[in-house]
C-alpha cells in the first residue's frame, strides 16, 4: 500500500500540518500562549472565500481576501483581546483565548449560519493528475509547493532581517529585548499578523479540500497544530514543521498498519504517542533553549 | 488605541447580542388561554445544524395553526429555550419550559442530546417528541411511554439503500466507511451491513473515519490496495467532513457510486460536490423539497418564504414543521394536552406529514416509528427525488 500516492498524499498532508504548526509556535514563543483562537483564523479565511465569492470576486481575489482576512482578524483580536490581559496571568491569557474562540464561532453562526456552507475554489485545485501511476489531485501537490516557499519565505524573514531578529531575540529573552529598545507591542502584532498570515494560507487548503465551510471549522486544525507542537517542540519554529510531518506520517502509518479490528483505535494511539512524548520528552523531538520567561 | 479597542469591543458585544434576543417567538396572551409547546431545539453549536431548520419549521406550523383557530380552540405559543448542545443544558432547558407549563415538548434531533428534554418531559408527564433523532434508542423504551421520534429509525434507513443497491441496482461488494465519531453514524452502517449482508451482499472491509479528522488518504490507500475493487462504497458520515471524503475519493481517480443516509441530504454537500463529484451518489432521508414528493409543498414554501423572507433550504425543515402538526393533531384527537391521552392518540393514528405517512407501534413494542423513506439521488449536484421506499425487511434494532 506505501507507494508513490501515498508518499504524495503523506508529504502533502505533512506540509499543510506544518504550515497549521509553525502559526500557533510563532505566538507561543513570545507571548507563552497557546492561542486557541488559532483555529478560528482558518475559519474565517473560509468565509472569506464564501463571502467574496458571493459579490463575485475573482477566484485570485477571492484567495487573497482570505489570507487578509485571516490577518485582520489575528491583529484585531490581539489588540482587543489579549493586550489588555497581557500583563495578568498566564491562566487569564488562556481563557481570553478560548473566549475568543467561541466568540467568533458565534458571530459566523449568527451573522451567516449554522450549517456548513460552500467555498468555491478554482478548478484546477482538484484537478485530478497522474504522476507515475499515482492518480492524486492537483491540490496536494500544491499544498507542498506552497509550504516549501511560505516556510523558506518565513525562515529568510526570521533569519535575515531586523523584524525577524528581533521576534527570536523576543521569543528567547523578552525582557532583554525590550531593554534593547524593541518595542513589545510592534513585536507581538507582527507575530500575530505572520500567525495569521500561515493561517490564512493554512485555511485555503484546509477548507478547500473538503469545499465548505462552518462554524466549527477550526476546531481540527487546531487541535493537529497543538499536537504537532507537542511532538515537534513548542520553541522552534523548526520544531513545529517537524512535528506538523511526524504527526502526518505517523497518523498515515497507523491508518494503513493497523488492522482492521484496531482501527477505530487510531485516534487512541495516536495519543498515546502524544502521551509518551510529554511523558519523556516534555520539550519535543527538536531541542531548544527552553525558557519560561515571557513578556509582562 | 485603546479607545480603538474599546469601541472594537463594543462592536463585537453588540453583535453578538443583537440576534439573541429574537429566539422566543412568543404571543401575549395571558396563560390559561394558550397551549404552550416548548422546544429544547439547539439554536447553538454542533447540534445547530439540524436543530436550528427544524426550529424555523415549528415557528411557521404555529402560525398556521394559530391562523387556523390553534388547538382545542386556544392560541398556541411556541416557547424556545437554546439547548447549546449540550446534555446537561438541554435537560435544564426542558425542566425549565415545564415549569412554565409547556404542554408537549420537542427535543433535539439526537438521541445523546434530545434525550434529557424527553426524560424531563417524561417526568412530567407531558409528551416529548423529537423531528430527527433516528437512532432506535429514541424510543418508549429507553425515554418513557410518552416518549416519541418523529424520525424513522436507522434500521429503516439502512435497510432501504441496502435493498436498493443489492434488488434494483444488482450491487454485490461494498466497501464501508463508518464515522465514529458519534452513535448515528455508527448504527447507521451497523443496520445497513446487517440487512445487506443478510440480502446476500459481500462487506469487503469496515473502515473507520472520525469527524474532524480531515484526511482521507489512508482509507484511499486501502481502497486501491484492493484485489477486488467494491461495486459501490457506503460512508456513513455527515457534513462537513463528508463533502471531504468523497471529493477526496472522486479527485483520485475512485468513481464508485457512493450510498449514504440522511445525512447526505444538506445543501452544503451538494455545493461543495459542485457539478464535477456531485454524480452517482444515492442516499435515503425524510422528505424531499417538491409537489412531486409532498403534494402541497408549494403551499409550504411559499408559507415559510412570505415569513423568513427565503425559500427553504434544507429538509429539515419539514420535520420540526410535522412535529409541532403531530402533536396539534394528537391533542385534537384527546380533546385535552393531557400527556397520557395524547400519547394515546399518537399510538393510535396515522399522521399524514410532509415527511410521510407515520405510524408508531404501542409503548411496549418501544413506539417504532412505521415510515417510508424517500431516496434520492445526485445528478449535476442536484438532488433528484426517485420515490417513498418502504423496505421490505427492517432489521431488529
Same mark, same amino acid.
Given at each position: 500500500?506505501?507507494?508513490?500516492?501515498?508518499?504524495?498524499?503523506?508529504?502533502?498532508?505533512?506540509? #499543510?500540518?506544518?504550515?497549521?504548526?509553525?502559526? #500557533?509556535? #510563532?505566538?507561543?514563543?513570545?507571548?507563552?500562549?497557546?492561542?486557541?483562537?488559532?483555529?478560528?483564523?482558518? %475559519?474565517?479565511?473560509?468565509?472569506?472565500?464564501?463571502?467574496?465569492?458571493?459579490?463575485?470576486?475573482?477566484?485570485?481575489? +477571492?484567495?487573497?481576501?482570505?489570507?487578509?482576512?485571516?490577518? #485582520?482578524?489575528?491583529?484585531?483580536?490581539?489588540?482587543?483581546?489579549?493586550?489588555?490581559?497581557?500583563?495578568?496571568?498566564?491562566?487569564?491569557?488562556?481563557?481570553?483565548?478560548?473566549?475568543?474562540?467561541?466568540?467568533?464561532?458565534?458571530?459566523?453562526?449568527?451573522?451567516?449560519?449554522?450549517?456548513?456552507?460552500?467555498?468555491?475554489?478554482?478548478?484546477?485545485?482538484?484537478? +485530478?493528475?497522474?504522476?507515475?501511476?499515482?492518480?492524486?489531485?492537483?491540490?496536494?501537490?500544491?499544498?507542498?509547493?506552497?509550504?516549501?516557499?511560505?516556510?523558506?519565505?518565513?525562515?529568510?524573514?526570521?533569519?535575515?532581517?531586523?523584524?525577524?531578529?528581533?521576534?527570536?531575540?523576543?521569543?528567547?529573552?523578552?525582557?532583554?529585548?525590550?531593554? %534593547?529598545?524593541?518595542?513589545?507591542?510592534?513585536?507581538?502584532?507582527?507575530?500575530?499578523?505572520?500567525?495569521?498570515?500561515?493561517?490564512?494560507?493554512?485555511?485555503?487548503?484546509?477548507?478547500?479540500?473538503?469545499?465548505?465551510?462552518?462554524?466549527? +471549522?477550526?476546531?481540527?486544525?487546531?487541535?493537529?497544530?497543538?499536537?504537532?507542537?507537542?511532538?515537534?517542540?513548542?520553541?522552534?519554529?523548526?520544531?513545529?514543521?517537524?512535528?506538523?510531518?511526524?504527526?502526518?506520517?505517523?497518523?498515515?502509518?497507523?491508518?494503513?498498519?493497523?488492522?482492521?479490528?484496531?482501527?477505530?483505535?487510531?485516534?487512541?494511539? %495516536?495519543?498515546?504517542?502524544?502521551?509518551?512524548?510529554?511523558?519523556?520528552?516534555?520539550?519535543?523531538?527538536?531541542?531548544?533553549?527552553?525558557?519560561?520567561?515571557?513578556?509582562? | 488605541?485603546?479607545?480603538?479597542?474599546?469601541?472594537?469591543?463594543?462592536?463585537?458585544?453588540?453583535?453578538?447580542?443583537?440576534?439573541?434576543?429574537?429566539?422566543?417567538?412568543?404571543?401575549?396572551?395571558?396563560? @390559561?388561554?394558550?397551549?404552550?409547546?416548548?422546544?429544547?431545539?439547539?439554536?447553538?453549536?454542533?447540534?445547530?445544524?439540524?436543530?436550528?431548520?427544524?426550529?424555523?419549521?415549528?415557528?411557521?406550523?404555529?402560525?398556521?395553526?394559530?391562523?387556523?383557530?390553534?388547538?382545542? @380552540?386556544?392560541?398556541?405559543?411556541?416557547?424556545? &429555550?437554546?439547548?447549546?448542545?449540550?446534555?446537561?443544558?438541554?435537560?435544564?432547558? *426542558?425542566?425549565?419550559?415545564?415549569?412554565?407549563?409547556?404542554?408537549?415538548?420537542?427535543?433535539?434531533?439526537?438521541?445523546?442530546?434530545? @434525550?434529557?428534554?424527553?426524560?424531563?418531559?417524561?417526568?412530567?408527564?407531558?409528551?416529548?417528541?423529537?423531528?430527527?433523532?433516528?437512532?432506535?434508542?429514541?424510543?418508549?423504551?429507553?425515554?418513557?411511554?410518552?416518549?416519541?421520534?418523529?424520525?424513522?429509525?436507522?434500521?429503516?434507513? @439502512?435497510?432501504?439503500?441496502?435493498?436498493?443497491?443489492?434488488?434494483?441496482?444488482?450491487?454485490?461488494?461494498?466497501?464501508?466507511?463508518?464515522?465514529?465519531?458519534?452513535? =448515528?453514524?455508527?448504527?447507521?452502517?451497523?443496520?445497513?451491513?446487517?440487512?445487506?449482508?443478510?440480502?446476500?451482499?459481500?462487506?469487503?472491509?469496515?473502515?473507520?473515519?472520525?469527524?474532524?479528522?480531515?484526511?482521507?488518504?489512508?482509507?484511499?490507500?486501502?481502497?486501491?490496495?484492493?484485489?477486488?475493487?467494491?461495486?459501490?462504497?457506503?460512508?456513513?458520515?455527515?457534513?462537513?467532513?463528508?463533502?471531504? &471524503?468523497?471529493?477526496?475519493?472522486?479527485?483520485?481517480?475512485?468513481?464508485?457510486?457512493?450510498?449514504?443516509?440522511? *445525512? =447526505?441530504?444538506?445543501?452544503?454537500?451538494?455545493?461543495?460536490?459542485?457539478?464535477?463529484?456531485?454524480?452517482?451518489?444515492?442516499?435515503?432521508?425524510?422528505?424531499?423539497?417538491?409537489?412531486?414528493?409532498?403534494?402541497?409543498?408549494?403551499?409550504?414554501?411559499?408559507?415559510?418564504?412570505?415569513?423568513?423572507?427565503?425559500?427553504?433550504?434544507?429538509?429539515?425543515?419539514?420535520?420540526? =414543521?410535522?412535529?409541532?402538526?403531530?402533536?396539534?393533531?394528537?391533542?385534537?384527537?384527546?380533546?385535552?394536552?393531557?400527556?397520557?391521552?395524547?400519547?394515546?392518540?399518537?399510538?393510535?393514528?396515522?399522521?399524514?406529514?410532509?415527511?410521510?405517512?407515520?405510524?408508531?407501534?404501542?409503548?411496549?413494542?418501544?413506539?417504532?416509528?412505521?415510515?417510508?423513506?424517500?431516496?434520492?439521488?445526485?445528478?449535476?449536484?442536484?438532488?433528484?427525488? &426517485?420515490?417513498?421506499?418502504?423496505?421490505?425487511?427492517?432489521?431488529?434494532?
Amino acid at each position: 500500500m506505501i507507494n508513490l500516492e501515498f508518499v504524495i498524499n503523506t508529504l502533502s498532508l505533512g506540509s #499543510l500540518y506544518a504550515l497549521l504548526a509553525v502559526g #500557533l509556535v #510563532l505566538v507561543y514563543g513570545i507571548l507563552k500562549l497557546v492561542n486557541f483562537a488559532y483555529g478560528e483564523y482558518l %475559519m474565517v479565511a473560509g468565509y472569506a472565500i464564501y463571502l467574496s465569492a458571493i459579490v463575485g470576486a475573482p477566484w485570485w481575489a +477571492t484567495l487573497i481576501i482570505a489570507v487578509a482576512a485571516s490577518m #485582520l482578524v489575528s491583529f484585531l483580536t490581539e489588540i482587543a483581546a489579549f493586550r489588555p490581559v497581557r500583563t495578568k496571568s498566564m491562566d487569564a491569557l488562556l481563557v481570553t483565548s478560548f473566549a475568543v474562540s467561541i466568540f467568533l464561532q458565534n458571530v459566523v453562526l449568527l451573522a451567516v449560519s449554522p450549517r456548513a456552507r460552500a467555498v468555491p475554489l478554482p478548478d484546477f485545485f482538484s484537478k +485530478t493528475v497522474v504522476i507515475g501511476g499515482a492518480v492524486l489531485p492537483l491540490r496536494n501537490l500544491l499544498i507542498i509547493a506552497t509550504t516549501a516557499v511560505v516556510l523558506a519565505l518565513l525562515s529568510f524573514l526570521m533569519k535575515k532581517t531586523v523584524l525577524g531578529m528581533a521576534m527570536r531575540a523576543a521569543a528567547d529573552k523578552f525582557t532583554t529585548t525590550r531593554l %534593547m529598545g524593541v518595542p513589545a507591542n510592534f513585536v507581538i502584532s507582527a507575530a500575530f499578523l505572520i500567525s495569521g498570515f500561515l493561517a490564512g494560507v493554512a485555511g485555503i487548503f484546509w477548507v478547500g479540500r473538503s469545499g465548505s465551510v462552518d462554524p466549527l +471549522t477550526g476546531a481540527a486544525p487546531l487541535l493537529i497544530a497543538f499536537i504537532a507542537t507537542v511532538m515537534g517542540g513548542m520553541n522552534s519554529p523548526i520544531g513545529a514543521v517537524v512535528g506538523g510531518f511526524v504527526y502526518g506520517l505517523l497518523f498515515n502509518i497507523l491508518s494503513i498498519t493497523l488492522p482492521a479490528s484496531m482501527i477505530s483505535y487510531r485516534d487512541a494511539f %495516536m495519543f498515546a504517542i502524544v502521551v509518551l512524548f510529554l511523558l519523556f520528552r516534555p520539550e519535543g523531538i527538536i531541542r531548544r533553549g527552553y525558557t519560561e520567561e515571557r513578556v509582562g | 488605541m485603546k479607545r480603538f479597542a474599546a469601541v472594537l469591543s463594543l462592536v463585537m458585544v453588540v453583535a453578538l447580542v443583537l440576534p439573541g434576543c429574537s429566539s422566543n417567538s412568543g404571543s401575549d396572551a395571558a396563560e @390559561g388561554d394558550t397551549i404552550i409547546i416548548g422546544t429544547a431545539l439547539c439554536q447553538t453549536g454542533i447540534q445547530a445544524p439540524l436543530d436550528e431548520p427544524a426550529l424555523r419549521g415549528a415557528q411557521l406550523a404555529v402560525d398556521v395553526l394559530n391562523e387556523n383557530g390553534g388547538i382545542l @380552540g386556544k392560541q398556541v405559543e411556541l416557547r424556545a &429555550m437554546d439547548g447549546k448542545s449540550d446534555p446537561v443544558t438541554v435537560g435544564n432547558v *426542558a425542566k425549565q419550559l415545564v415549569d412554565e407549563g409547556a404542554a408537549a415538548i420537542i427535543a433535539p434531533s439526537d438521541f445523546d442530546f434530545g @434525550g434529557p428534554a424527553s426524560r424531563e418531559a417524561q417526568s412530567a408527564g407531558i409528551v416529548g417528541l423529537s423531528p430527527c433523532a433516528s437512532s432506535p434508542l429514541y424510543s418508549s423504551t429507553a425515554l418513557g411511554d410518552l416518549q416519541f421520534t418523529l424520525s424513522m429509525w436507522n434500521t429503516t434507513m @439502512g435497510a432501504v439503500t441496502a435493498e436498493y443497491a443489492y434488488n434494483e441496482r444488482g450491487w454485490d461488494t461494498v466497501y464501508v466507511i463508518t464515522d465514529d465519531f458519534i452513535d =448515528y453514524t455508527k448504527s447507521l452502517s451497523r443496520y445497513f451491513i446487517a440487512r445487506f449482508e443478510e440480502l446476500g451482499g459481500e462487506v469487503i472491509f469496515e473502515d473507520t473515519y472520525t469527524q474532524g479528522q480531515g484526511d482521507v488518504s489512508a482509507q484511499l490507500a486501502r481502497i486501491k490496495a484492493l484485489d477486488e475493487q467494491p461495486d459501490f462504497i457506503y460512508i456513513s458520515s455527515y457534513q462537513p467532513d463528508l463533502a471531504l &471524503m468523497i471529493r477526496t475519493l472522486r479527485e483520485s481517480g475512485v468513481n464508485q457510486p457512493v450510498v449514504g443516509g440522511d *445525512a =447526505y441530504d444538506d445543501p452544503s454537500l451538494f455545493e461543495a460536490l459542485g457539478t464535477q463529484y456531485g454524480n452517482d451518489v444515492y442516499y435515503d432521508t425524510h422528505g424531499f423539497l417538491s409537489d412531486e414528493a409532498n403534494p402541497g409543498y408549494s403551499d409550504f414554501a411559499a408559507a415559510y418564504e412570505a415569513k423568513f423572507g427565503s425559500e427553504p433550504d434544507a429538509v429539515w425543515i419539514m420535520p420540526g =414543521y410535522d412535529a409541532v402538526m403531530t402533536i396539534a393533531q394528537a391533542m385534537e384527537i384527546a380533546g385535552t394536552t393531557e400527556g397520557a391521552a395524547v400519547a394515546k392518540a399518537m399510538e393510535e393514528n396515522t399522521f399524514e406529514l410532509f415527511t410521510g405517512a407515520l405510524e408508531w407501534s404501542d409503548a411496549a413494542s418501544g413506539h417504532e416509528p412505521n415510515k417510508a423513506a424517500a431516496m434520492v439521488e445526485l445528478i449535476d449536484a442536484q438532488p433528484q427525488f &426517485m420515490g417513498w421506499v418502504i423496505p421490505e425487511k427492517i432489521p431488529a434494532p
